[in-house]
C-alpha cells in the first residue's frame, strides 16, 4: 500500500511452500520448468506405516484437457479479478485459482492468457479515469479545500490499485514466474499495473496537473506553519516515483517554487530582522527543509533543495549579513551566534573567504583603537592582552580552530600593533617590568608563568623588537626559571644551618644584561636581614665563583605579621614600607626626619612610602597633621585602631609618574637596540653588492628593516661603519661606497 509495495505476494491457502516456491524460482531463472509430479498414495489412514513407501511416477504423456477447458477455465479467471476490481468477494477457493493458471501455463496458453489479464486490467484503469475527469475542477489553485479532496481521492484510487494488483499478481504468480520471467521484452505483472496506471491515469495532463498543485499546495501551507496531511504527501510522491514521473512532473516545479519563495523571504528578511535571529531562521529553513527530505520527499530532491535555500537565504547575502551583524556579534562576544554564523556560511561556496575578510577587517580596526589612542596608553598591554584571549577563545570555540582563520588574526595583529612605532615595544617592557618587579604578590607563579607566555606572543608581533629584543626578554624569563630552582636548594641549605632564623628568605638571581638598568639604593636594613643576606650570598658564591652579586632594594617585598586591638594581620608591602613599619615595634610615634635616618631610604622614595601608609586605603599608620601630602616635621603614630575585613591586607607603593625625561631615555635605549640591527643590514647588503649609489643602499634598507627609521639616523649609521673600515667612499663620487672586505 502507499505506492510503496514492490509486487509482494497474497498466497491462498495451501499454496506452494515458500521453500518449494523458491526452488522452482531457481530452477526457473536457469532455464528449467517446473517437475510436475503427482502422488498416488496406496494403503489406509492418515498417515503411513513405518517403512512406508509413497511410490511417486513421471506422466510420459500429458492428458488432455476437456473440451471448452480454457475458455471456462479463463472465465473463472476473469470472475475472480473482476471481483477483485469491485471489492467484492470471490466465488472461488484462491488454491484452485492459482492451480488453474498453473494447468494453463502447462498446456502452452501463456501468452493468451497474458494478453487477456492485461486487457481486463487496462480495461478497469482506463474506467476510473472517468471519475476525475467528472471531478470539477477549481479555477485558482488555492481552493485548498476542493485541492485537498481531490488528493485524498487520487491517493485511494492509487491504494486500490496497488492492493488489486498485489492480489491478481498472486493468484498469477505460476505465469508470472514462468512465461513472464522468461520473456524480456514483457513487463511483470506488478510492472504492467504500474505501466496501465501512468498511462491512463496520472499521464492524463487535467489529472496530473491538479495533482501535482495540490501537493505543491499543501508543502506551500507546511511552509507558511500550518499543519497538513504529511502521510497523504508521503503517499503522492512515492507513487509518483514509482510512477518514474516524479523528476519531470513533480521535482522540477518544486525547485522553481522553492526558489523563487526563498529569494523573496530572503529579501525581505534582511531588512526587517538583525543578523543573530535571519541567521537562526536560516538555521531553521534549513532543518525544515532537511526533514521534508526524510520524510516525505524522494532522496534524490535533498542536494538540489538544501543548495536551492543556501543559496537564496545565505548565498546572496553574504556581505550584507557580515557589514550588518559582525562587529556585534563581535564586540558583545556572542558565542553561540558567532559558531553559528560560521557554520552557515561554511556551507556556502566562497563563504569563509568572505567571512575572513571581514574577521580580518575586525581585528585591524579594534586593535588600532587601542594601539594608536595616547589616551588609552595606560591599559594598552592589558586591553592587548584581553583582545588576544577573547579572539582566540573565538577561533577555538566558534571557528574550530580553522588555520587559516588562526593565521589571519597573526596577520592582522602584527598589521594594527606595528601603526604606531616604539610605543607599544615600550609599554610591553614596562608591564613584563611591573609584573616581575611584583612577583608573586599580585600572581601565583603559575598565573605569571601564563600571563608572561600571552606577552611573548604579543611581543613577536612588533616587528621592531627583533631578535635581539626578544631574546633579552626570553632571558628574562629563563631567569625567573632558573631562580625557581636556586631557591630549592637554598632552602635545603637552611635546613641544614645551626641557626636558620625564624625569617623566610626568597631571592630572585637578575642578569643585568637581560633586564632594564636600576639604580641601587642603600638602606639600613636590621640585623637580621643583613645576616640573612650573607647566608645566601655565602651559598650562591660557593656553588658560582666568579659572579657579583648586587642587591636592588627597589624590587623587594615582604609580609609582615601585626597585631592591633582587633585582632591579627598580615601586609604584604615593598621593602621600604617594610622598614618602616618595623621602627613601631620600638616606639608609637616617629617624625619624618627620625624615619629617614633609621631607614636610610632616599627623600622622595620616602614620601612616597609614607603616604601609602597614611593617606591610602589602608591607614596602618596616622599622619599628623592630616594632608596628603608628606612634609618635613610631619609625625607619623602607630594606629592601633586599624581594622579591614581582611586578614592578608596589600599596601601598594604609590607610584611616581613617569617623566619626559624617562621616556626620552627609553625611546633612546630603544635606538640603541635597533641601531645594531641597521648596522647588520647595511653590511649584508654592502657585502653583497660591493658597490653601491647612497639611494639604492638607502632603498635596499628600507626594504629589509621592519622597524621605521629615519633617513638621518641611517646616514649617522652610514658614517659609523665608514669610521670602522667596514665601507669607504668611493674617490670620485662621495655618493658612492664600496664594501671593504
Given at each position: 500500500p502507499g505506492g510503496t509495495a514492490s509486487g509482494g505476494e497474497i498466497l491462498a491457502t495451501k499454496a506452494p511452500r515458500k521453500a518449494e516456491?523458491?526452488?522452482?524460482?531457481?530452477?526457473?531463472?536457469?532455464?528449467?520448468t517446473r517437475p510436475r509430479y503427482r502422488v498416488r498414495r496406496t494403503g489406509t489412514g492418515s498417515r503411513p506405516a513405518a517403512g512406508?513407501?509413497?511410490?511417486?511416477?513421471?506422466?510420459?504423456?500429458?492428458?488432455?484437457?476437456?473440451?471448452?477447458?480454457?475458455?471456462?477455465?479463463?472465465?473463472?479467471?476473469?470472475?475472480?479479478?473482476?471481483?477483485i476490481q469491485s471489492s467484492i468477494s470471490i466465488k472461488y477457493n484462491l488454491e484452485e485459482l492459482y492451480q488453474a493458471v498453473e494447468n494453463l501455463c502447462s498446456y502452452k496458453v501463456s501468452a493468451t492468457l497474458y494478453k487477456q489479464l492485461r486487457q481486463v486490467c487496462e480495461d478497469h484503469v482506463k474506467a476510473q479515469i472517468l471519475q476525475?475527469?467528472?471531478?470539477?475542477?477549481?479555477?485558482?489553485?488555492?481552493?485548498?479545500?476542493?485541492?485537498?479532496?481531490?488528493?485524498?481521492?487520487?491517493?485511494?484510487?492509487?491504494?486500490?490499485?496497488?492492493?488489486?494488483?498485489?492480489?491478481?499478481?498472486?493468484?498469477?504468480?505460476?505465469?508470472d514466474r514462468t512465461y513472464v520471467l522468461q520473456n524480456s521484452m514483457l513487463p511483470s505483472i506488478w510492472d504492467m499495473g504500474l505501466e496501465l496506471f501512468r498511462n491512463h491515469v496520472i499521464s492524463d495532463k487535467q489529472v496530473q496537473s491538479k495533482t501535482i498543485d495540490g501537493i505543491l499546495l499543501l508543502i506551500e501551507r507546511e511552509r507558511n506553519g500550518e499543519a497538513v496531511d504529511r502521510s497523504l504527501l508521503r503517499s503522492l510522491l512515492s507513487m509518483l516515483s514509482d510512477l518514474q514521473v516524479y523528476k519531470e512532473s513533480f521535482e522540477q516545479r518544486f525547485l522553481e517554487e522553492t526558489n523563487c519563495l526563498y529569494a523573496a523571504e530572503g529579501q525581505r528578511l534582511m531588512q526587517e530582522r538583525e543578523v543573530p535571529e535571519y541567521l537562526h531562521h536560516v538555521n531553521k529553513r534549513l532543518e525544515e527543509e532537511g526533514d521534508r527530505v526524510i520524510t516525505y520527499l524522494d532522496h534524490s530532491t535533498q542536494k538540489p533543495l538544501i543548495a536551492c535555500v543556501e543559496k537564496q537565504l545565505l548565498g546572496e547575502h553574504l556581505s550584507a549579513i557580515l557589514q550588518k551583524g559582525l562587529d556585534n556579534l563581535l564586540d558583545e562576544n556572542r558565542i553561540s551566534d558567532l559558531t553559528q554564523t560560521y557554520q552557515l556560511f561554511s556551507r556556502v561556496k566562497g563563504g569563509q573567504q568572505i567571512l575572513l575578510q571581514h574577521w580580518s577587517e575586525y581585528i585591524k580596526n579594534f586593535g588600532t583603537t587601542i594601539v594608536v589612542n595616547p589616551e588609552k596608553d595606560k591599559d594598552m598591554v592589558q586591553e592587548l592582552l584581553d583582545f588576544k584571549d577573547k579572539v582566540d577563545h573565538i577561533i577555538e570555540v566558534c571557528f574550530q580552530k580553522n588555520e587559516k582563520f588562526i593565521n589571519l588574526m597573526k596577520e592582522s595583529f602584527e598589521t594594527f600593533i606595528n601603526k604606531r612605532p616604539n610605543k607599544p615595544a615600550e609599554l610591553i617592557a614596562k608591564y613584563v617590568d611591573s609584573k616581575l618587579r611584583a612577583g608573586n604578590k599580585e600572581a601565583t607563579d603559575e598565573e605569571l608563568e601564563r600571563i608572561l607566555d600571552k606577552i611573548m606572543i604579543i611581543f613577536r608581533f612588533i616587528h621592531e623588537c627583533g631578535a635581539a629584543f626578544t631574546s633579552k626578554l626570553e632571558g628574562m624569563f629563563k631567569d625567573m626559571e632558573l631562580s625557581k630552582d636556586v631557591m630549592v636548594q637554598f632552602k635545603q641549605y637552611m635546613q641544614n644551618q645551626s641557626d636558620p632564623g625564624n625569617i623566610d628568605l626568597t631571592v630572585n638571581i637578575l642578569t643585568m644584561g637581560y633586564w632594564p638598568t636600576y639604580t641601587p639604593m642603600d638602606v639600613h636594613l636590621n640585623s637580621e636581614m643583613i645576616k640573612l643576606q650573607e647566608v645566601f650570598k655565602t651559598f650562591y658564591l660557593g656553588k658560582h665563583s666568579g659572579r657579583k652579586l648586587q642587591w636592588q632594594?627597589?624590587?623587594?617585598?615582604?609580609?609582615?605579621?601585626?597585631?592591633?586591638?582587633?585582632?591579627?594581620?598580615?601586609?604584604?608591602?615593598?621593602?621600604?614600607?617594610?622598614?618602616?613599619?618595623?621602627?613601631?615595634?620600638?616606639?608609637?610615634?616617629?617624625?619624618?626626619?627620625?624615619?629617614?635616618?633609621?631607614?636610610?631610604?632616599?627623600?622622595?622614595?620616602?614620601?612616597?612610602?609614607?603616604?601609602?601608609?597614611?593617606?591610602?586605603?589602608?591607614?596602618?599608620?596616622?599622619?599628623?597633621?592630616?594632608?596628603?601630602?608628606?612634609?618635613?616635621?610631619?609625625?607619623?603614630?602607630?594606629?592601633?585602631?586599624?581594622?579591614?575585613?581582611l586578614f592578608r591586607i596589600k599596601i601598594n607603593q604609590i607610584q611616581m609618574k613617569e617623566t619626559i625625561e624617562e621616556q626620552v631615555s627609553t625611546t633612546e635605549r630603544v635606538f640603541q637596540d635597533r641601531q645594531y640591527q641597521i648596522d647588520a643590514a647595511i653590511v649584508r647588503i654592502m657585502k653583497m653588492r660591493k658597490t653601491l649609489g647612497h639611494n639604492l643602499l638607502v632603498s635596499e634598507l628600507y626594504n629589509q628593516l621592519k622597524f621605521p627609521v629615519k633617513p638621518g639616523d641611517l646616514k649617522k649609521r652610514i658614517e659609523s661603519l665608514i669610521d670602522r673600515d667596514y665601507m669607504e667612499r668611493d674617490k670620485d663620487n662621495p655618493n658612492q661606497y664600496h664594501y671593504v672586505a
Amino acid at each position: 500500500p502507499g505506492g510503496t509495495a514492490s509486487g509482494g505476494e497474497i498466497l491462498a491457502t495451501k499454496a506452494p511452500r515458500k521453500a518449494e516456491r523458491r526452488q522452482w524460482e531457481r530452477q526457473e531463472r536457469r532455464g528449467g520448468t517446473r517437475p510436475r509430479y503427482r502422488v498416488r498414495r496406496t494403503g489406509t489412514g492418515s498417515r503411513p506405516a513405518a517403512g512406508f513407501q509413497l511410490p511417486v511416477s513421471s506422466f510420459a504423456e500429458r492428458p488432455k484437457l476437456p473440451d471448452n477447458y480454457t475458455q471456462d477455465t479463463w472465465q473463472k479467471l476473469h470472475e475472480a479479478v473482476g471481483a477483485i476490481q469491485s471489492s467484492i468477494s470471490i466465488k472461488y477457493n484462491l488454491e484452485e485459482l492459482y492451480q488453474a493458471v498453473e494447468n494453463l501455463c502447462s498446456y502452452k496458453v501463456s501468452a493468451t492468457l497474458y494478453k487477456q489479464l492485461r486487457q481486463v486490467c487496462e480495461d478497469h484503469v482506463k474506467a476510473q479515469i472517468l471519475q476525475f475527469r467528472e471531478y470539477p475542477f477549481p479555477v485558482h489553485r488555492n481552493d485548498s479545500l476542493d485541492s485537498l479532496l481531490f488528493l485524498k481521492k487520487i491517493n485511494k484510487c492509487w491504494q486500490d490499485h496497488c492492493r488489486q494488483m498485489i492480489m491478481i499478481r498472486s493468484i498469477f504468480l505460476f505465469l508470472d514466474r514462468t512465461y513472464v520471467l522468461q520473456n524480456s521484452m514483457l513487463p511483470s505483472i506488478w510492472d504492467m499495473g504500474l505501466e496501465l496506471f501512468r498511462n491512463h491515469v496520472i499521464s492524463d495532463k487535467q489529472v496530473q496537473s491538479k495533482t501535482i498543485d495540490g501537493i505543491l499546495l499543501l508543502i506551500e501551507r507546511e511552509r507558511n506553519g500550518e499543519a497538513v496531511d504529511r502521510s497523504l504527501l508521503r503517499s503522492l510522491l512515492s507513487m509518483l516515483s514509482d510512477l518514474q514521473v516524479y523528476k519531470e512532473s513533480f521535482e522540477q516545479r518544486f525547485l522553481e517554487e522553492t526558489n523563487c519563495l526563498y529569494a523573496a523571504e530572503g529579501q525581505r528578511l534582511m531588512q526587517e530582522r538583525e543578523v543573530p535571529e535571519y541567521l537562526h531562521h536560516v538555521n531553521k529553513r534549513l532543518e525544515e527543509e532537511g526533514d521534508r527530505v526524510i520524510t516525505y520527499l524522494d532522496h534524490s530532491t535533498q542536494k538540489p533543495l538544501i543548495a536551492c535555500v543556501e543559496k537564496q537565504l545565505l548565498g546572496e547575502h553574504l556581505s550584507a549579513i557580515l557589514q550588518k551583524g559582525l562587529d556585534n556579534l563581535l564586540d558583545e562576544n556572542r558565542i553561540s551566534d558567532l559558531t553559528q554564523t560560521y557554520q552557515l556560511f561554511s556551507r556556502v561556496k566562497g563563504g569563509q573567504q568572505i567571512l575572513l575578510q571581514h574577521w580580518s577587517e575586525y581585528i585591524k580596526n579594534f586593535g588600532t583603537t587601542i594601539v594608536v589612542n595616547p589616551e588609552k596608553d595606560k591599559d594598552m598591554v592589558q586591553e592587548l592582552l584581553d583582545f588576544k584571549d577573547k579572539v582566540d577563545h573565538i577561533i577555538e570555540v566558534c571557528f574550530q580552530k580553522n588555520e587559516k582563520f588562526i593565521n589571519l588574526m597573526k596577520e592582522s595583529f602584527e598589521t594594527f600593533i606595528n601603526k604606531r612605532p616604539n610605543k607599544p615595544a615600550e609599554l610591553i617592557a614596562k608591564y613584563v617590568d611591573s609584573k616581575l618587579r611584583a612577583g608573586n604578590k599580585e600572581a601565583t607563579d603559575e598565573e605569571l608563568e601564563r600571563i608572561l607566555d600571552k606577552i611573548m606572543i604579543i611581543f613577536r608581533f612588533i616587528h621592531e623588537c627583533g631578535a635581539a629584543f626578544t631574546s633579552k626578554l626570553e632571558g628574562m624569563f629563563k631567569d625567573m626559571e632558573l631562580s625557581k630552582d636556586v631557591m630549592v636548594q637554598f632552602k635545603q641549605y637552611m635546613q641544614n644551618q645551626s641557626d636558620p632564623g625564624n625569617i623566610d628568605l626568597t631571592v630572585n638571581i637578575l642578569t643585568m644584561g637581560y633586564w632594564p638598568t636600576y639604580t641601587p639604593m642603600d638602606v639600613h636594613l636590621n640585623s637580621e636581614m643583613i645576616k640573612l643576606q650573607e647566608v645566601f650570598k655565602t651559598f650562591y658564591l660557593g656553588k658560582h665563583s666568579g659572579r657579583k652579586l648586587q642587591w636592588q632594594t627597589t624590587l623587594g617585598h615582604a609580609v609582615l605579621k601585626a597585631e592591633f586591638k582587633e585582632g591579627k594581620k598580615e601586609f604584604q608591602v615593598s621593602l621600604f614600607q617594610t622598614l618602616v613599619l618595623l621602627m613601631f615595634n620600638e616606639g608609637d610615634e616617629f617624625s619624618f626626619e627620625e624615619i629617614k635616618m633609621a631607614t636610610g631610604v632616599e627623600d622622595s622614595e620616602l614620601r612616597r612610602t609614607l603616604q601609602s601608609l597614611a593617606c591610602g586605603k589602608a591607614r596602618v599608620l596616622i599622619k599628623n597633621p592630616k594632608g596628603k601630602d608628606v612634609e618635613d616635621g610631619d609625625k607619623f603614630i602607630f594606629n592601633g585602631d586599624f581594622k579591614h575585613k581582611l586578614f592578608r591586607i596589600k599596601i601598594n607603593q604609590i607610584q611616581m609618574k613617569e617623566t619626559i625625561e624617562e621616556q626620552v631615555s627609553t625611546t633612546e635605549r630603544v635606538f640603541q637596540d635597533r641601531q645594531y640591527q641597521i648596522d647588520a643590514a647595511i653590511v649584508r647588503i654592502m657585502k653583497m653588492r660591493k658597490t653601491l649609489g647612497h639611494n639604492l643602499l638607502v632603498s635596499e634598507l628600507y626594504n629589509q628593516l621592519k622597524f621605521p627609521v629615519k633617513p638621518g639616523d641611517l646616514k649617522k649609521r652610514i658614517e659609523s661603519l665608514i669610521d670602522r673600515d667596514y665601507m669607504e667612499r668611493d674617490k670620485d663620487n662621495p655618493n658612492q661606497y664600496h664594501y671593504v672586505a
